[in-house]
């Protein structure tokens, strides 16, 4: 039997990959040599800061042939996120409604991808079957990975030629921005290598640089997960520091600034995946309806949503200071306080800033109010 087709394959593996609605697949080797001291640069500077599981396992995020012994070939796809009609500067702008990344308004993209990279996995060990009956040739053990594992996905990606890691640390494609997840799948096979694009295309430009609410990109193509919104609303379990608390504005669940400034995201192209549509209680609401949710209606509106993996309590924390930082209204401030008698501590301690920062908003407009008032009688006097 003559040996395998692997040119073939990899073109039939990539044909698959769009069928399974992956907007691009590529193909690279395992060698991250080039990552290492990066991330160890940035581990030692505590810019993980709480993710222990960044440090965990050491140099394995840049080796994924230890991840997977046998592994000489990473496929990594993309898979284009963005809901129609997104909504994202209405939504920033009015302090009363809750913004969520646009990444977390659907269904839980681990599930989605981890399914459909199964599904290609499945593919891709059918055709072997036939391909190598009759040789020594095996496709072995195979794993897909969405945001799973350690390892280094943007790398890879870019390696593969996906697009490039611009200077907010996510990877930018040319013709749809950086509204995509990325998943990858670990192989066995000598596949032939795909090129990664030449040059990165960010240029001067540091608009994502100057953008971000809390500084957080400390250095082109470095971010300082302690300062960055994702960290402080998601990955954090504890309270938020302070000093972040007033930057935050109404961002309940992850930021996209950096995103949104992009000039790349120009084009960016709307998913036609329906996993990937807003749900309606998730999509621009008010905050004030979020925060009279129980825990049992967060866990429902949440079921099946990447927003769960936050729980309940860090939930609370996040829309306190999304409160905090809008109109001092008497209705915000009678919840806050009903939500203050039976709050954890944690959550008690964002709900006293927040009605501390409201009381004092209140005491600077009632101030405006008042100096207004004597300018205008001041003012008539003199006319009198």
């Excluded at 020594?136 to 996905?153: C, K, M, N, Q």
Aim: proline share 7%; aromatic share 8%; net charge negative.
């Amino acid at each position: 039997m003559s040996a395998p087709d692997f040119h073939q394959l990899a073109h039939d593996i990539k044909l698959w990959a769009r069928e399974l609605g992956f907007d691009q697949a590529g193909i690279t080797d395992t060698d991250l040599r080039i990552e290492e001291p990066r991330l160890q640069a940035w581990l030692d500077a505590g810019y993980h800061g709480s993710m222990d599981y960044m440090a965990r396992h050491g140099m394995m995020r840049a080796r994924p042939h230890e991840l997977l012994p046998g592994t000489v070939r990473v496929l990594s796809v993309r898979m284009n996120y963005l809901p129609f009609e997104a909504g994202f500067a209405a939504t920033l702008r009015d302090p009363t409604l809750g913004y969520i990344s646009r990444y977390a308004l659907g269904r839980d993209y681990h599930k989605v991808l981890r399914n459909r990279l199964k599904q290609l996995g499945d593919r891709i060990e059918a055709r072997c079957a036939e391909l190598f009956q009759g040789t020594e040739e095996t496709l072995g053990e195979w794993r897909p990975f969405v945001d799973s594992a350690p390892i280094l996905e943007r790398p890879l990606a870019a390696k593969a030629g996906l697009g490039w890691v611009g200077k907010h640390s996510l990877l930018l494609n040319e013709s749809a921005g950086s509204f995509f997840f990325l998943g990858e799948l670990l192989l066995n096979l000598p596949l032939p290598l795909d090129q990664p694009v030449e040059k990165e295309q960010c240029g001067k430009c540091v608009a994502c640089i100057n953008i971000c609410p809390t500084g957080a990109i400390v250095a082109p193509y470095v971010v300082d997960g302690r300062r960055c919104i994702s960290y402080l609303t998601i990955e954090n379990d504890g309270p938020i520091p302070e000093e972040f608390r007033p930057l935050m504005g109404n961002r309940i669940y992850g930021c996209d600034d950096c995103q949104l400034i992009c000039p790349w995201n120009r084009y960016a192209d709307a998913s036609p995946e329906p996993d990937f549509s807003p749900r309606a209680s998730l999509d621009r609401p008010p905050l004030l309806a979020l925060w009279r949710w129980s825990e049992s209606d967060f866990l429902k509106q949440t079921e099946g949503s990447p927003i769960r993996r936050i729980g309940y309590q860090r939930w609370r924390r996040n829309l306190a200071v999304a409160l905090g930082n809008g109109p001092a209204t008497p209705e915000v401030i009678a919840a806050l306080q009903l939500g203050l008698t039976t709050a954890e501590p944690m959550v008690a301690e964002h709900i006293e800033w927040a009605l501390a920062t409201l009381a004092r908003r209140q005491d600077e407009e009632n101030k405006k109010t008042r100096l207004l008032i004597r300018c205008i009688e001041k003012g008539l006097s003199d006319h009198a």
